[in-house]
């Protein structure tokens, strides 16, 4: 199966060699041909959560015609995934964009679902020794709809055990530009989160999006709590870990 890699800002930029090598790797395990296409750029998330939609168009325009002959792309982020769901919404009135961006939202794919729907699998074998608890992202379980499929990849991770995380629905307060317009409001929902990560006792805190693993893991640094902060891309390639 080929798979083209939609590797986003924050991992290419931030996480390359945790997030970005983490997937590739467990990709190819799963049996998979993976290829980055060099001209890909930002999905245009940012742009389009402020009300830029005529610079959300241009964007989105590269990004369909990068991707327009691969056979599946794939993700490490809800919240990126989500966004190229939405580039049919732009062209509303523009027909022949409209099909070219409905095409690539038909194969594009956050990593655990592809794992779990499409490929079929829910065990790859990871072996984790530690307790963690999961941080549900708003924007891939309330607009992308997955779910079920992280939980169950961590479920099946030799010698995890997971932990659910009070309030999981709630969210940490990063929200893109939310963060900066609305620092007061944010610092106050992330300390909300943070509290609640304490509350499960574990010591590794496990998400899909980085935004969010960015804004949770930089508040519990600041405020010395001993958690671990890991992108699930990392835990199911982990082989033989042990965190207490």
Same mark, same amino acid.
């Given at each position: 199966m080929n798979v083209s890699l939609f590797i986003t800002c924050l991992a290419d930029a931030v996480y390359p060699s945790s997030v970005g090598r983490s997937t590739v790797e467990l990709l190819e395990r799963l049996g998979c041909n993976v290829s980055f296409p060099r001209?890909?750029?930002?999905?245009?998330? &940012?742009?389009f959560n402020s009300g830029y939609q005529k610079e959300t168009q241009k964007v989105a325009r590269h #990004?369909?015609?990068? !991707? +327009?002959d691969a056979e599946w792309v794939?993700? &490490?982020?809800? *919240?990126?995934?989500?966004?190229?769901?939405?580039?049919?919404?732009? !062209?509303s009135d523009d027909e022949k964009w409209q099909k070219k961006a409905?095409?690539?939202?038909?194969?594009?794919y956050e990593l655990t679902q592809f794992i779990v729907d499409v490929l079929g699998v829910e065990n790859v074998g990871a072996e984790f020794h530690g307790t963690v608890t999961y941080h549900s992202s708003c924007h891939m379980t309330r607009l992308l709809g997955v779910k079920e499929a992280p939980v169950r990849l961590l479920e099946n991770v030799s010698g995890l055990t997971l932990t659910e995380l009070p309030f999981k629905e709630h969210c940490c307060g990063f929200g893109g530009t939310f963060?900066?317009? #609305? #620092? &007061?409001? *944010?610092?106050? #929902? =992330?300390? +909300?989160?943070?509290?609640?990560?304490? $509350?499960?006792?574990?010591?590794?805190?496990?998400g899909s999006d980085l935004g969010?693993?960015?804004?949770?893991?930089? @508040?519990? +640094? @600041?405020?010395? /709590? &001993? =958690? $671990?902060? /890991?992108?699930?891309? $990392?835990?199911?390639?982990? @082989?033989?870990?042990?965190?207490?």
């Open positions: 001209n890909q750029t930002c999905c245009g998330q &940012p742009a #990004m369909i015609t990068t !991707f +327009e794939v993700t &490490p982020s809800g *919240s990126c995934a989500t966004m190229v769901q939405e580039y049919k919404k732009l !062209f409905e095409e690539l939202a038909s194969k594009t963060a900066v317009k #609305m #620092m &007061p409001i *944010s610092q106050q #929902m =992330v300390d +909300e989160k943070v509290q609640h990560i304490e $509350e499960t006792k574990a010591a590794c805190l496990v969010c693993l960015m804004n949770i893991g930089g @508040r519990i +640094e @600041r405020t010395g /709590r &001993p =958690v $671990e902060v /890991r992108h699930i891309a $990392e835990i199911l390639n982990s @082989r033989k870990e042990v965190h207490t």
